[in-house]
C-alpha cells in the first residue's frame, strides 16, 4: 500500500486561473480531508468528502470546490486564483462514520505557487 | 472556536537534554489531541494522541484541562527527533462530523 498520494506534486499557475488537484486515500479509507498549508502555518482545513458527499467545511470561499469519485479518489479545485492561494495543498484519508476514532493519514502535498 | 496555540516557532536544545513542546488548545467540548511530527522531506505523520495513553519514540504528552494543555515531553532528547512538531485538536461539530485544527508547528532542533 503506497498511502495516501497526491498529484501533481508541484504545479505553477498565474492569477485568475483555475486549478485541479488530486488525492487517491489509503487503501480501505473512505474519508478524503483537505487542507492548505501556508508557508510558516500549520494545516488549515477546507473541506471534507465522505460517501461523494462534502459533509463539513472550513472557513474557505466557494471558490475551493471538491468532488470525490465512487472509488473514494477526491479532486480539489480552485478558480480564479489568487497570489495568496499559493500554498502546500494536503490531503488526508481516514476510515469515516459519525463516532469513529479516524485518525488521518497524509499525503505528500502538492505545491501550488500563483504568479 | 476551537483553537491550537503553540507558542514556540523554534526550540533547539543539545542531545540528551529534556524536550518540553508546549500545545495549548481553547474548544468548549471534550478535547481529542494529537501530535503529529514531520521529518525533513516526509510527509506528515502521527506520532501520538491523547486518548491513547501511549509513549512513542520516547514522547509523552498529557491532557491537562485545566490549564487546557497538551504538552509534548521527552526526557533525553536524540539528534533524530529534530523535525516540525504540530499539535492539533479534533473537534466534533453541530453536525457530528469531526475536524482537526492544527497549531502553527514547532520545529524542534537536536544539536549533538
Known amino acids: 500500500d503506497a498511502g495516501v498520494t497526491q498529484s501533481p506534486t508541484h504545479l505553477i499557475k498565474t492569477r485568475g486561473q483555475q486549478v485541479t488537484l488530486r488525492c487517491s486515500p489509503k487503501?480501505?479509507?473512505?474519508?478524503v480531508s483537505w487542507y492548505q498549508q501556508a508557508l510558516g502555518q500549520g494545516p488549515q482545513f477546507i473541506f471534507q468528502?465522505?460517501?461523494?458527499?462534502?459533509?463539513q467545511r472550513g472557513n474557505f470561499p466557494d471558490r475551493f470546490s471538491g468532488h470525490q469519485f465512487p472509488n473514494y479518489s477526491s479532486e480539489l479545485n480552485v478558480n480564479a486564483l489568487l497570489l495568496g492561494d499559493s500554498a502546500l495543498y494536503l490531503c488526508?484519508?481516514?476510515?469515516?462514520?459519525?463516532?469513529?476514532?479516524?485518525?488521518?493519514?497524509f499525503g505528500p502535498g502538492t505545491r501550488l505557487t500563483v504568479l | 472556536a476551537q483553537r491550537v496555540t503553540q507558542p514556540e516557532k523554534l526550540l533547539s536544545v543539545f542531545k540528551g537534554a529534556p524536550v518540553e513542546l508546549k500545545c495549548n488548545y481553547s474548544?468548549?467540548?471534550?478535547?481529542?489531541l494529537f501530535w503529529y511530527v514531520q521529518y525533513s522531506r516526509q510527509r506528515l505523520q502521527l506520532l501520538l494522541r491523547?486518548?491513547s495513553r501511549e509513549s512513542i519514540k520516547g514522547f509523552t504528552a498529557d491532557l491537562n484541562k485545566g490549564e487546557t494543555s497538551f504538552h509534548l515531553k521527552k526526557p533525553f532528547a536524540q539528534e533524530e527527533d529534530s523535525a516540525m512538531y504540530y499539535c492539533?485538536?479534533?473537534?466534533?461539530?453541530?453536525?457530528?462530523?469531526?475536524?482537526?485544527?492544527f497549531g502553527k508547528g514547532t520545529m524542534l532542533l537536536v544539536s549533538p
Open positions: 488526508a484519508s481516514s476510515l469515516g462514520g459519525l463516532g469513529s476514532t479516524d485518525t488521518q493519514y
Open positions: 487503501s480501505g479509507h473512505d474519508t
Open positions: 468528502y465522505y460517501e461523494e458527499e462534502e459533509r
Open positions: 474548544y468548549s467540548g471534550s478535547p481529542e
Open positions: 491523547h486518548i
Open positions: 492539533a485538536l479534533k473537534g466534533v461539530s453541530t453536525r457530528g462530523y469531526s475536524t482537526l485544527t
